[in-house]
């Protein structure tokens, strides 16, 4: 089993308030440490439902959470289609989206994710359907490519680095992952580098995103999950950077605002400095949060955030 250390996960299970036969759903389960944690806290008899797009990913957490036996369920699947995963008449007391890529697969040099070790560039999630990362760089113009780069990685070097990536594909194909940061490098000048990450991490992050296709219908999962509480139930989103962040947001701003549910969190709820120390993918995560309102029930202030909690804008 890799080293996972689910982030935000004591405030998760404070949100989520597992308890003993209680129903939660995981729409990204990814490697089972947010779904170990609720599982425990609704013991003896608490069941969970994990979905997750990656098999190999599903195949680790089964084996992590094997011990709780027929009290969680792991089904292959984007969480694009939950209603038809559920199925109908299904509800849950929490559930959690825990968006992004997994430590699995940024750790992983043969998922093509990180450019921290060479690896063929693939990216998928689902490795069992769709086009790699590699077949994306080499097909693309380098108006699309720069377009890609400044959508999806909010990168103001976009230009810059897709007529870097069509130059060099000219002399040869870019199909691992440290020729294409070595590219996206050269093309940045020094002084012009981010102060706190790789010059290439926003153009990772932008293909991985077209690649998997991570936005496009998350703000429609996140409404369709709504749907799936029952009263008093309570969803919960973290996400790991700003694009992500904003369609929560603004779902749970309309959400909110419809009377049928509450905003737990009026901030986002951000890791404290002692996590981020000991696990330095958690610096960008956000938590957000709803509750599902009874019928008739007029909205109330947002949930009071102790102390302990960092908070975010």
């Known amino acids: 089993m890799p080293d996972h250390i689910p982030v935000l996960v004591a405030e998760v299970v404070a949100i989520l308030c597992p308890r003993p036969g209680g129903s939660y759903l995981e729409a990204t389960v990814g490697l089972g440490g947010h779904a170990e944690a609720v599982l425990r806290g609704s013991e003896p008899d608490g069941t969970l439902l994990g979905i997750d797009r990656d098999r190999e990913a599903l195949a680790l957490a089964g084996q992590r959470l094997a011990p709780f036996g027929r009290r969680v369920t792991l089904l292959h699947g984007r969480y694009e289609a939950l209603a038809e995963l559920v199925g109908p ?124 296709d991570e936005l496009t219908g998350l703000d429609h999962a996140l409404e369709t999950a709504t749907t799936l509480l029952r009263p008093g139930g309570r969803i919960a989103a973290i996400s790991f950077h700003s694009l992500e962040d904003r369609i929560v947001k603004q779902a749970w701003r309309r959400l909110g605002a419809s009377g049928r549910m509450r905003i737990l969190t009026k901030r986002p709820i951000i890791p404290g400095e002692s996590e981020v120390n000991a696990n330095p993918r958690a610096r960008s995560a956000k938590l957000r949060a709803l509750e599902r309102l009874p019928v008739r029930r007029e909205p109330t202030a947002p949930l009071w955030v102790p102390d302990s909690f960092g908070e975010g804008a």
């Open 89 to 212: 008449g299904t509800h849950f007391d929490g559930i959690l989206f825990d968006l992004g890529a997994s430590s699995l697969q940024l750790d992983r040099a043969a998922r093509g994710f990180s450019f921290e070790q060479e690896g063929l560039l693939d990216m998928r999630m689902d490795q069992s359907t769709g086009e790699a990362a590699a077949d994306l760089v080499g097909r693309l113009s380098e108006r699309e490519l720069a377009d890609l780069i400044f959508r999806w990685g909010e990168d103001r070097s976009s230009r810059r680095i897709a007529r870097a990536i069509v130059e060099a594909r000219r002399r040869s194909p870019i199909r691992t992952t440290t020729a294409l940061a070595e590219v996206v490098a050269q093309a940045i000048p020094r002084r012009a580098w981010p102060r706190r990450i790789h010059p290439a991490t926003r153009t990772f992050q932008a293909l991985r995103i077209a690649v998997n």
